[in-house]
């Protein structure tokens, strides 16, 4: 993987003379969507294509690591979905994911509460499948948010299903259930999510992992790489700039963009494509662009927003769980919870649980969402460790060994990533903006796209999703291609 390659640059005069063999196209991020949006340009014809990567990876938010027997992902981990789902479709053949044949949540395991009581094995089902409804449940119609219709629903399905489940017990496991689900959706609680859901759900398991290879390989699929040459970029060989970090974009000329960089490089290009993280827009929209963002898209930054869902790891010598348990959740007393709240690990409450991983015998995993989330990331990792092992004595009745390795992941504290992934928000609603309007190219007088934006928050249908944000690379680089053919350049 090289950082210091890069292309001819054409000599850029007049946009009209601009074809596909002259236009140089910039892609800035190399995740899913911007390596999406590069192969698929030079599929089309396209010879000036570059991207240029802050990270001294690419991948984005797929981050792959060797860990413990084979590989664990820091960032996209499953396939969600068959039917529709582009991943999917292209992997399907290739030996490289298998079905799970398990529920939307994953996490076949026990409820246990804070004073080491288990929840009965049946009871545990049921509200894995209330949570499983209220996951998928179509909420469009319900004035409020999504948080409002999840509470009575919720009630609603325990007085159905669970009539005789003892009203404390109940509200336990409402909040590890809301956990659960802010980690599905990236929000930091359900309250500020937009109940009027355009997500798409694509059919078929949720949970489609990818062996003992990683997400990663889906990145291998898409530049036509080779596995066995782990720096291998395929068809993007000599295209890709690590390391490069911008700090201006400027689009004010009706001829061509200007980009400077923080190692003082100035590049200039026809087409920038821009598939940063919505967290970053947030932070630096204001300073990036010059001149600033319309306020239609500046709108979209402020009103869509990346939550935070941070991961554990813990690699033991040997399986740590007994073999009839796959994972639990955490249900906090009220007690328990108010003496939690008064320490220095009151960020454990927003950990929802552990769970074992497939072609990993020897790890756990857990999650924690939120702001708690973010305030784990300021923390050593020793201290986080501390805490983990402080509540697996507090929830468990058998003993987890000290692991030989731990790694938690830090999405939001990275500047460029600055979380996790997208969701619509209320405040959203209130105005009245939405993915299509993060998606809206900035067009010269002439209705060239200049600047144009991707990624998975951009995806009306599927954000949050690698296969969302692959999408949307297809989607801006398809909007070129047709630019391009419908002017005859080529």
Not at 163 to 189: F, N, R, T, Y
Not at 442 to 462: C, I, M, W, Y
Request: one cysteine or more.
């Amino acid at each position: 993987m090289s950082d210091s390659c890069s292309i001819s640059t054409p000599s850029i005069g007049s946009s009209k003379k601009t074809n596909k063999e002259t236009a140089r196209i910039v892609i800035i991020g190399a995740g899913p969507s911007g390596i999406a949006a590069a192969t698929r340009l030079l599929e089309q014809g396209f010879k000036h294509v570059q991207l240029l990567e802050a990270e001294d990876r690419i991948g984005g938010r797929i981050h792959t690591i060797p860990f413990a027997d084979n590989v664990m992902d820091l960032g996209a981990q499953w396939c969600h979905g068959e039917t529709g789902n582009v991943v999917y479709e292209m992997v399907k053949d290739l030996n490289l994911v298998e079905r799970t044949g398990e529920d939307l949540n994953g996490l076949k395991g026990q409820f246990i509460r804070s004073n080491r009581q288990i929840l009965p094995h049946e009871t545990a089902n049921i509200l894995l499948a209330i949570m499983e409804k209220l996951a998928i449940s179509e909420s469009d119609n319900y004035e409020g948010s999504r948080g409002d219709y999840v509470t009575q629903s919720y009630w609603k399905e325990v007085a159905k299903e669970l009539p005789s489940l003892e009203p404390e017990l109940s509200q336990e496991a409402l909040k590890v259930i809301k956990l659960m689900l802010c980690g599905w959706e990236g929000c930091d609680h359900l309250f500020e999510l937009s109940s009027t859901d355009y997500f798409i759900d694509c059919e078929g398991d949720n949970l489609v992992n990818w062996r003992d290879k990683g997400y990663k390989s889906i990145l291998r699929v898409l530049m036509k790489s080779q596995e066995d040459q782990p720096d291998d970029l395929g068809v993007l060989t000599g295209r890709v700039l690590l390391n490069r970090r911008i700090s201006q974009i400027n689009w004010v000329n009706d001829d061509k963009l200007t980009l400077r960089l923080w190692n003082g490089e100035i590049l200039q290009a026809d087409h920038v494509i821009c598939t940063v993280s919505l967290g970053v827009l947030k932070e630096q929209h204001a300073e990036l662009f010059v001149p600033r963002l319309p306020e239609a898209k500046v709108r979209a930054i402020k009103g869509l927003n990346l939550g935070t869902v941070d991961k554990f790891l813990l690699e033991f010598s040997s399986p740590p769980m007994p073999e009839d348990i796959v994972g639990f959740q955490c249900l906090w007393l009220e007690k328990d919870l108010a003496e939690l709240r008064g320490t220095e690990m009151f960020w454990l409450e927003s950990v929802s649980g552990f769970h074992c991983v497939s072609h990993q015998p020897r790890l756990l995993e857990g999650w924690i969402i939120g702001a708690h989330a973010r305030h784990m990331e300021t923390l050593t990792e020793a201290k986080v460790l501390e805490g983990i092992q402080w509540l697996f004595g507090k929830f468990l009745n058998f003993e987890i060994p000290q692991p030989k390795r731990f790694v938690r992941t830090q999405w939001h504290s990275n500047p460029n990533f600055r979380g996790s992934y997208s969701y619509r928000t209320t405040y959203a609603d209130e105005l009245d903006i939405g993915p299509w309007d993060l998606a809206t190219p900035l067009l010269d007088v002439n209705g060239r796209p200049k600047l144009q934006f991707a990624g998975e928050a951009s995806s009306k249908t599927h954000n949050s999703t690698v296969h969302g944000a692959i999408e949307t690379g297809w989607r801006e680089a398809d909007r070129l291609n047709n630019y391009y053919n419908e002017r005859g350049a080529n």
